[in-house]
């Protein structure tokens, strides 16, 4: 399976805004459930949101309503939109997919990209 490729961290103050990228074959946009998870030095990699073929939407508490996950089909591209930012949100932040939306462990997702990394300053 061909690797995704997460773009579009970068560094933000407390209460600001980004949007991730994460672009891939359209088989594997069209065809899989594609996730978010973060991972900040020290912790282990944590799954934040996650977008179904069907395009159902399903969120960790700790980002529910501060997250959007979001697809482009004609880009071949999830999105990302990360609100109300702070300190704690700071980590590398990847993309991955799994053919259903059952699992939040990262072990059971494939096609890892590098990351892209989100600092938010206080």
């Known amino acids: 399976q061909e690797q995704l490729a997460e773009s579009g961290g970068g560094s933000v103050q407390a209460g600001g805004s980004l949007t991730l990228s994460c672009a891939g074959p359209s088989y594997t946009i069209h065809n899989y459930c594609v996730a978010w998870f973060r991972q900040a030095p020290g912790n282990e990699r944590e799954g934040l949101a996650r977008?179904?073929?069907?395009?159902?939407?399903t969120y960790s508490d700790s980002v529910k309503g501060r997250f959007t996950i979001s697809r482009d089909n004609a880009k071949s591209t999830v999105y990302l939109r990360l609100n109300s930012l702070m300190p704690e949100d700071t980590a590398m932040y990847y993309c991955?997919?799994?053919?259903?939306?059952?699992?939040?462990?990262?072990?059971?997702?494939?096609?890892w990209g590098r990351g892209t990394q989100v600092t938010v300053s206080s």
């Open positions: 977008l179904s073929i069907g395009g159902t939407t």
């Open positions: 991955a997919a799994r053919l259903a939306c059952t699992s939040w462990s990262p072990d059971d997702f494939r096609a």
